[in-house]
C-alpha cells in the first residue's frame, strides 16, 4: 500500500499567516493527488485535484503543488473560515489512501 | 443537483454483518466516469477508505478489511451498499459515501452526509 505522511499533524496560527501543509508519499505518484477541507461534525470538502487545480467554488487562497511523492497545499492567507482539518489522498493505485490529517487551530 | 444518501441501522452487536446503502439522485451509477466509493471516519479520528466499485463490476477493497468487506451495485435502484462482517467496537465510525471522478482528474468530488454506525451489544 502506498503510505502518505503529512504534516504537520497540528498547527496554529493566525488570521492572515501564510500556511503550508505538506504530504509524502512511499513512492512515486504522479499527481493522482488530492486535498479535502473538513471541519467539526461536517462532510470532508474537496479542494484541489490533480495535484494542483482548484475545484470549482474554492477560493483562490488555496493552492497546490507539487508531483511525484512530494506535495504541498498552501493558504496564501488564512481566513476564519478556514480553521479546520485538512486531509491529503492519493489516488494513483489502490488501494487508495489518506494522510493522517493537519488540524488547523488558532493561534 | 447530485445526492447521495447514506442509510443502515446505526446500531450494530459485536460478530454480526453491517448492511449500509447508499441511494444516488442526480446522476447514474452507470455512468463510464464515476466510480462509488465508502468511506469511515472513526469518532475523533482521521479518514479511512474502504473500497470503490464500478459499473462494469470492478471492485476494489482496502488491504486490512477486504476479508470481511463487500461492495455491490443496484443499478435498478440507482444504489450501491457496503456489508461488513464480524463487526467489532473498533469499526464503529462515521461511514460515508462518495463519488469519485475517473481519469486524470480523480477525486471525491460529492460525499453524502454520513451515517454513523454504532457497534455495541
Known amino acids: 500500500d502506498i503510505q502518505l505522511t503529512q504534516s504537520p499533524s497540528f498547527l496554529s496560527a493566525s488570521v492572515g499567516d501564510r500556511v503550508t501543509i505538506t504530504c509524502r508519499a512511499s513512492q512515486g505518484i504522479s499527481s493522482y493527488f488530492a486535498w479535502y477541507q473538513q471541519k467539526p461534525g461536517k462532510t470532508p470538502k474537496l479542494l484541489i485535484y490533480?495535484?494542483?487545480t482548484l475545484q470549482s467554488g474554492v477560493p483562490s487562497r488555496f493552492s497546490g503543488s507539487g508531483s511525484g511523492t512530494e506535495f504541498t497545499l498552501t493558504i496564501s492567507s488564512l481566513q476564519p473560515e478556514d480553521f479546520a482539518t485538512y486531509y491529503c489522498q492519493q489516488l494513483h493505485g489502490y488501494p487508495l489512501t489518506f494522510g493522517g490529517g493537519t488540524k488547523v487551530e488558532v493561534k | 443537483q447530485l445526492q447521495l444518501q447514506e442509510s443502515g441501522p446505526g446500531l450494530v452487536k459485536p460478530s454480526e454483518t453491517l448492511t449500509l446503502t447508499c441511494t444516488v439522485s442526480g446522476a447514474s451509477i452507470s455512468s463510464n466516469s464515476y466510480y462509488w466509493g465508502w468511506i469511515r471516519q472513526p469518532p475523533g479520528k482521521g479518514l479511512e477508505w474502504i473500497g470503490s466499485i464500478y459499473h462494469s463490476g470492478s471492485i476494489y477493497y482496502s488491504s486490512s478489511l477486504k476479508s470481511r468487506v463487500t461492495i455491490s451495485l443496484d443499478t435498478s435502484k440507482n444504489q450501491f451498499s457496503l456489508k461488513l462482517s464480524s463487526v467489532t467496537a473498533a469499526d464503529t465510525a462515521v461511514y460515508y459515501c462518495?463519488?469519485?471522478?475517473?481519469?486524470?482528474?480523480?477525486?471525491?468530488?460529492?460525499w453524502g452526509q454520513g451515517t454513523l454506525l454504532t457497534v455495541s451489544s
Open positions: 490533480a495535484a494542483s
Open positions: 462518495a463519488r469519485q471522478v475517473r481519469g486524470g482528474g480523480t477525486c471525491y468530488d460529492y
